[in-house]
């Protein structure tokens, strides 16, 4: 049975094709999600799928080796017309999928279970799904699970178009910056003199009425002379308000930083659940209020924390807290596990995020492009590893005392 089109199809698909994703490389931070999937899910296939005009996608796979199939025989077209789980127990007693070649073929897909790639505007882009040649359904934790590993999808590329236009804006106001001594000296030096010049001739024409045409033609002559200037000027100012008001730009505004730590901490949970991971939430203190974009962080911090759970062996513990030390703080500390297991996450957060945080292709891109949005909120990041601590990140945020519009300007020179 061929799925319809959802209702907002014209603007789900400008928001996919907005991300630049489609027929990527395929990235480990999202091949690693795909895995732990399979495994939370405990079965054979798992993918990230992203559904296009007239194709369904995979930007990851793991057990299948198809990289993409027609949207008209596609799970994931049906998935995406709702905002939950899509499970389907046995496709062969399910009618919009019974006749399907994938289904019907001797070793085809029994059981299907997909949750939507929702944006925060509330575009489905595709799935993270996982599949079974058996048929079977998935527990509540493990559609927690689904669900949470699928926020994580989102995240990360919402995140990285994010990173992307941080960085355009960036250049954009630096070269405006670069320009601003020029056009200093035009509107200081020749402009200026030309509309005082204007200004003489005008008050002197208000005053008396009379016309003095040698004045006329002196201003007559200034004024085409710096119209270039003009426009120019104008122009400037124009770039400088586009760069740092674009669609793509932070929406900052002041917020409660335990607030914002609290929720990612409860969107990773059931995960940490899954692999048993221990996550200490002491991240209810009081409200630290800081100028942030509020959406984007909290998904930076999701993934921060997602690393966490990621890099940490079955049974070990991740403590998260809020506090103040120079400004407003978040703090997580991966332990180390009392039989002298130690966490793997230092090295990742330090040539992922520290020592390398370019946004470029890597096994770590996901944390690059976090640090680079931290960087935007003006964050200090700062990393250690103790053996018996285990290891432990910072992320000092400014007091709010900047205004969002001084924030933005500042992005000239972050």
């Known amino acids: 049975m061929k799925a319809p089109l959802p209702d907002n199809e014209i603007e789900r698909l400008a928001a996919?094709?907005?991300l630049d994703i489609l027929d990527s490389p395929p990235e480990k931070d999202f091949d690693d999600i795909v895995a732990l999937a399979?495994?939370?899910?405990?079965?054979?296939m798992s993918m990230v799928s992203l559904v296009d005009a007239d194709r369904q996608w995979a930007k990851a796979r793991t057990g299948s080796d198809l990289a993409e199939t027609?949207?008209?025989l596609s799970f994931c077209a049906h998935a995406i017309l709702g905002r939950d789980l899509l499970m389907v127990p046995d496709a062969r007693a399910d009618l919009r999928f019974a006749d399907n070649p994938?289904?019907?073929a001797s070793d085809g897909i029994?059981?299907?279970?997909?949750?939507?790639?929702?944006?925060t505007d509330g575009f489905a882009l595709g799935t993270l799904c996982v599949m079974d040649r058996e048929p079977r359904r998935l527990d509540m934790e493990q559609q927690q699970a689904l669900r949470a590993l699928a926020r994580q999808v989102t995240a990360q590329l919402e995140l990285r178009r994010y990173a992307y236009a941080l960085a355009n804006t960036t250049a954009r106001l630096q070269e405006l910056e670069r320009r601003k001594d020029d056009l200093a000296g035009l509107v200081g030096g020749e402009l200026r003199s030309s509309l005082r010049l204007m200004?003489?001739?005008l008050e002197n024409l208000g005053n008396t009425g009379y016309h003095d045409a040698e004045m006329a033609d002196l201003v007559g002559r200034a004024a085409a002379a710096h119209c270039r200037g003009f426009r120019e000027l104008i122009d400037h100012l124009s770039q400088m308000a586009e760069a740092g008001l674009g669609g793509d730009s932070l929406h900052m505004r002041q917020c409660d930083l335990t607030r914002v730590t609290q929720r990612a901490v409860e969107a990773v949970r059931p995960i940490a659940a899954s692999k048993h991971i221990w996550i200490l939430n002491q991240a209810g203190g009081p409200s630290l209020p800081i100028i942030a974009d509020p959406v984007r962080l909290e998904q930076v911090l999701t993934h921060l924390l997602f690393a966490a759970v990621k890099y940490t062996?079955?049974?070990?513990?991740?403590?998260v807290g809020t506090e103040m030390e120079s400004g407003p703080t978040v703090r997580l500390d991966d332990m180390d596990l009392p039989d002298g297991m130690r966490p793997d996450l230092f090295?990742?957060?330090?040539?992922?995020?520290i020592a390398n945080p370019a946004d470029v292709p890597g096994p770590d891109r996901g944390l690059a492009v976090a640090k680079r949005i931290l960087d935007a909120h003006h964050a200090t990041v700062a990393l250690s590893d103790r053996p018996g601590d285990g290891t432990s990140l910072h992320v000092v945020f400014p007091y709010a005392d900047l205004t969002p519009d001084e924030l933005l300007r500042d992005l000239a020179v972050a």
Do not use: I, K, N
């Open 16 to 18: 996919l094709y907005s």
């Open 38 to 44: 399979a495994g939370v899910c405990e079965t054979p």
């Open 70 to 72: 027609a949207r008209d």
């Open 102 to 104: 994938a289904v019907t």
């Open 110 to 119: 029994r059981f299907y279970a997909g949750a939507p790639l929702m944006t």
């Open 199 to 201: 200004s003489t001739y």
């Open 313 to 319: 062996p079955e049974g070990g513990r991740v403590r």
């Open 347 to 353: 090295p990742h957060l330090y040539y992922g995020a």
